[in-house]
């Protein structure tokens, strides 16, 4: 399991963002009203991302985000706070495969 780095958004575009290879067995990200995580499928087939929701109402447990990323696409998902676990400040993030999947964790300029 890996943490993901804070990079700021690059004005020169995606080319100049430096990607993470998907660690077996998850990674962690911090969270934050102003990152998006970019989700890079550079393998043949279609994945799966799952954000973690920790909380709760009224006892009832928030369902996990899904987010499916096509061969070859590239997905944006917010990471706001409400995916932060109290205990690791961070979010959790899986796969189904890691094969061909990379991240980056940018910063957007607000």
Known sequence: MATLSVQEAPVSGLAAVVWTAAAAGGD??????????????????????????PGTV???????????VAAGDVAVVPLREVYR??????????????????????????
């Open 28 to 53: 962690e990200a911090p969270t934050g009203r102003d990152l998006v995580l970019l989700v890079n499928n550079t393998d043949t087939a279609s994945h799966t991302l799952t954000v973690v929701t």
């Open 85 to 110: 676990d109290s205990s690791t400040r961070r979010a959790a993030l899986s796969l189904d495969a890691e094969t061909g999947v990379e991240y980056a964790l940018v910063r957007l300029p607000w």
């Open 58 to 68: 009224d006892g009832i447990g928030l369902e996990d985000v899904t987010v499916g």
